[in-house]
């Protein structure tokens, strides 16, 4: 097959990446793709960067092998324990990651903090360090870890009792009225941003990096003039790492659902 016509890979730790894959439908609707779940080792955000990076490494060779012509790590944790390595081994795979998308919501300019919510490795990681780094003179950052947080999304749970109860003791803590936005840092989380908004009140901003991640890989592929030429709406094929039919079948719904 011609290199532009193969499928691009997705990769994420369980579901949350579903959250990018359909930013990337959206402005690249006609190319192929193949996502790849590893519902079986999530949650990552509770492992040693090592391990993530293992396991980030597994799923890139899976996705190779079937063919895939560029990779998106849709997966924040991940991304921050992977992605320079990836670099190295991979220098000419177009690959792009995901990072906690704090310049949007330091250029909204809003009077307040900036909530950061992530797992807990992708914020004791170097590369949010950095980040933080770059924007702390411009705005007050808190980051907010979310251990527990992904595990609801992976069960299909995105509203009710349970999860707005995590979701208050999470926020309470810091006044509606001095959030200058929310960043959801996790590819999960974009999935209960309706929760959310319930909690928080839909005036104040709630920001993912889903689909400037998208757009950076399509910039990405284009200059390696691989985007496909297929005039033709391109398909999904999601696998899985887990046994369970549940964690497919509920990939395709979080794919399809508004
Ligand atoms: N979806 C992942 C992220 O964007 C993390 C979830 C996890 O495995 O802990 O960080």
Redesign the pocket.
Known sequence: MDNKNMPIGFF???V??LSVLKEALKIMPNEDYIYFGDSKN?????KSAKEVRDLTFKAVEILLDKGVKGVAIA????TSAAVSELRKVYPDLPLVG?EPALKPAVELNNEGDILIM??AM?LKEEKFKRLMERYKERASIIPVPCPGL?EFIEEGKFQGEEIENYLLEKINTYKKDKIAAIVL????YPFIKETLINIVGKDVDIIDGGLGTAKELKRRLNDKRLLTDSVNKGKVEIINSSNKKESVELSYRLLMGD
């Not at 999530?42 to 509770?46: D, K, L």
């Not at 840092?185 to 999960?188: E, P, Q, R, S």
Request: with cysteine.
């Open positions: 994420d730790s369980g949350g990446g999530a949650p990552y955000g509770m997966c924040n944790t991940a995901i992530a797992t992708t992904m840092g996790c590819t999960h």
